[in-house]
């Protein structure tokens, strides 16, 4: 099955359309039209409404989507950024809409994001959905979104982190230009080795991280640990930057060497997510220790353990008082434990 | 099997000791030492000496390595790049050296690169080998080295291409300092905001980039394409970079979709390469269509066909006149070519 190993931020709804960022009257056209549809971020976090579901379920997150005349001004400023995200997919040939029927096609709507630095409050007034906010702490409230509206945040957001960090060229220092409906930034100054070739320094950075589950050799423990900043008894999978030179499976030994002290021999890829904090990678694999023994770097770590498979199942039914507590289930940590309590342990 | 699926650039020789890039003593220490071995970059180039073997082996590159004394003077130029490499691994309890049996265990030689703007033809005139030079065309001439060194040269090159393209501060384009033995930049700004919290900017930037063998919906014929600055006759998988805020499943999907048309369902991982011109991930698939109809993205592409199983073992043979070429060995196109054509047909 295809949709096995999706994970939260994956989803994808929009049809990037490549192809279109360098034709500026189509984009233009799209900007214009009434159909398209503009997300407003302030320091990358989206207008979003809120609601509290149920004491169960929790809250609800639903982005704030607005036309172009409602931004249209804000579109003329010269701190704004705009990214084209994509068009919506259509509908498969089973539900073709009537417009298809004839001559001229309907395309679906565009979607864009606009970073702006204007004032939150005064952006918050020009929605009229309830309960409007900017949410302050990313990695806990841009958890609550649907599987499509999450991927749609994960994109724009990462493109959006990308703009803010690197608005000078990386190889002269001067200012740069947006350019192909923001998936590029070009150097200003026209001498620059930047604009002989093609070159990465004009591109949106995506950060390739390993993020694995270390299996006990006796086939029925995983290796945890915790950083000093998790909340009180959560333990998650060992995560790490992929270096320069380096492949994943080797990563994923060094990190956990590095980490925990524990020696890795076979490593297997399961699946990845996108994760827009601010644009990473995580590549989520599953590895066989081949040395039980920990000694943790305490610079990244403050504790790392062996986690019996039962000890594990039975925090993450969260019965009423768990020993111990894992990410949500919105992160590849989560799927990864998951994924491994359901098998067998007979490797 | 653990090696079943190394690819050339990935073999790891050195034990990269991540955590004694903080420690000024130590590399101190390293650099002075009479073991410690210096490799010599002029212009993204290694300097190496290179052998005919024989006409049928080609040609053999081996690395030029340098003691302390012979670059100490290098060391103080204000344009000299450092970067320590780490050090060679230890052979395992099997071998153990006399040393190791002393109080004081002997530590294994740590290699460094350096980076300099000397004139090259000076530099060459410090080896005592024969036959040396700075290569020019990085994508053949780095294909020629031992497993080993090919791992090294992919670090080096990757981390040392980084800083060639990024030695201003993209947050406020000022200029930056080199640190931690050469994986870390530091803009000299006091008031950047890349100085508050750990940033993306200042460390060595790896670009993920999906590479996929599209097999036939019939399982017996896999798609391959050519750009116009191929060789003649010359044909590789498709390939592009990981977008932010994508799985590499969907972009693999989108990369497909996007330069020959085709739809692709399931992706399978299969391995990647580092691939250090300048520092990409290569994230090796194989990709099932689902649509068999071509039509080729003319900017990237001249031409994309889908090839039968047997034409495709009949050109990897190389007979006398394959009617088709594929990249080397060394790349990982070539190695997914040969995992498909070993696989059975039946998906
Ligand atoms: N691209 C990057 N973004 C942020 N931190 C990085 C990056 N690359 C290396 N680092 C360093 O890696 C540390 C996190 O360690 P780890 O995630 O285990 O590799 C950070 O505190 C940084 O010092
Ligand atoms: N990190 C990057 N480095 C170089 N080119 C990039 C990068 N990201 C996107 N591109 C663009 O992608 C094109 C190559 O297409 P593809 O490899 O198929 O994604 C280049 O010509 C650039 O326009
Ligand atoms: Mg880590
Ligand atoms: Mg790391
Ligand atoms: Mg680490
Ligand atoms: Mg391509
Ligand atoms: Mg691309
Ligand atoms: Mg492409
Ligand atoms: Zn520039
Ligand atoms: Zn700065």
Redesign the interface.
Known sequence: D?HQHE?Y??R?TLD?L??KRTDKVWLETKRNHPDTVYLLFSNLSPMVSSSQVDEHTGVETKLCRFRYEAVKELLQKPATVLIFLGVEKRRGPSSPSSSQMEEGVQEPPAWFAISTDEDAAELLKRCREKNCSFPKTPNRDLLTFSEEEA?IV??????LA?HS???????????TQLEEGG?KRSCLNADC??LKGV???C??????VVIMLVIHPDGNQCLLGRKKIFPARMFSCLAG??????????AVR?EVE?ESGVKV??VQ?I????W?M??N?M?GCLAVAISTDIKV?ENEIEEARWFQRQQVIESLLKGPHPAFTFPPRQTIAHQLIKHWIGMNSNL
Chains 1, 2 share one sequence.
């Not at 994960?154 to 493109?159: F, G, I, K, M, N």
């Not at 930057?241 to 080797?250: A, I, L, Q, R, S």
């Not at 699946?271 to 996108?274: A, K, L, T, V, W």
């Open positions: 295809l994970n931020f994956s994808e990037r490549s192809g991927g994960a994109q724009a957001r990462s493109v990308w960090r690197y608005s000078f060229c990386p190889t002269c220092g001067s200012s998936y080795r930047s070159h990465n320094t591109y949106p950075r995506v950060d390739p930057f992929v270096e320069p030179g380096e492949t994943m499976e080797d060094r590095e021999g076979p890829y699946s990845c997510q996108p827009p601010p644009s990678l590549i770097d």
